[in-house]
């Protein structure tokens, strides 16, 4: 028997002695980092969608927007984010009973541990989570439509939540978003133990990242489906942001608009100003991809290096 299954085993058994509370755990929606969620922000003139951020795989809202929400709350703009996506443990792949959800060793374990994981649940799941927050935040600003900022997954999950709701936002900025698909290249390097397991890349990222990594492969199912109908949503103003140094999403030319049309961009974060190594998890702390965010929100000319 592989390690893998081995860990997949005990996993279902500690399963079958979890509690209720914890084997089914609800969606965490509150949590936000400093410059966001100021439930009485009213919209200006100057800005008047409010701006939701969404999260990538395996972090949080507080992790990943920490620099970003504070500079655009000073730039004017509403801001909000929260908790999307924590791990569901009900259904999973052939191999395993249907009863038990296979997020992942990672996401699985933690969650064993008491430990909260986000970004991990499936694409669909999540998208409905943000749903329901966006329209939390259109009853409580006012606002007719909002803007839609993620990271990595959270641009997946934008892109699933305007499939079903295409009139929800007026723009939309992601950051190192597989529209594509990844190969994951970078990740054997990152997860030296499973490599050394036998896992490639898609493999490791279903084992970090849970189903929502699973779902951003090349050739996923689920980004079939969103291509189908185009990479991006009618009447929306799309920028998407990459890194010529990304890691995780590769080749990370799939984190761009494989064609661009009318008030869409592509913006390489390195563009004018390389080189500038700038990681998966660097396109949220490097001061120029934030000035670029803002530049796209604002619809005005990429901010120069």
Not at 192 to 200: E, H, K, Q, R, W
Not at 261 to 266: E, K, M, P, Y
Not at 272 to 289: E, I, N
Request: overall charge negative.
């Amino acid at each position: 028997m592989s390690i893998v299954l081995t860990v997949a085993c005990a996993v279902i058994a500690a399963l079958a002695v979890m509690p209720r509370a914890l084997a089914e755990p609800a969606p965490d929606p509150a949590d936000g980092p400093a410059g966001a969620n100021d439930w009485s922000c009213h919209p200006s003139a100057a800005a008047p969608d409010p701006v939701v951020l969404v999260h990538g795989a395996g972090t949080d809202a507080p992790q990943s927007f920490a620099e970003l929400a504070p500079l655009l709350q000073q730039a004017g703009y509403c801001v909000f984010a929260a908790n999307f996506g924590r791990a569901r443990l009900l259904s999973g792949p052939a191999g395993l009973p249907s009863r038990v959800n296979w997020p992942g060793t990672g996401p699985m374990a933690a969650e064993l541990t008491g430990r909260v994981v986000y970004g991990v649940a499936d694409i669909a799941s999540t998208a409905a989570e943000l749903d329901e927050f966006v329209g939390r935040v259109r009853d409580a600003t006012g606002a007719k439509r909002v803007a839609l900022v993620g990271h990595s997954t959270g641009g997946t999950v934008i892109r699933q939540f305007l499939h079903t709701h295409p009139g929800a936002a007026s723009t939309v900025v992601t950051l190192a978003t597989p529209y594509r698909g990844s190969t994951f290249a970078g990740l054997p390097a990152h997860y030296p133990d499973l490599a050394a397991l036998g896992l490639d890349g898609p493999q490791i990222a279903a084992q970090v990242y849970g189903t929502a990594g699973a779902e951003q492969a090349v050739g996923s199912p689920v980004l079939a489906r969103l291509d189908a109908g185009g990479e991006t949503a009618p009447g929306v103003r799309w920028t998407a942001i990459a890194s010529r140094a990304d890691e995780v999403i590769t080749p990370p030319r799939s984190a761009l608009l494989a064609a661009p049309t009318g008030a869409d961009r592509n913006i390489w974060v390195q563009d004018g100003c390389s080189p500038r190594p700038v990681t998966h998890a660097g396109l949220l702390t490097d001061p120029h991809a934030l000035e670029l965010v803002l530049s796209a929100l604002s619809d005005s000319p990429p901010a120069p290096c």
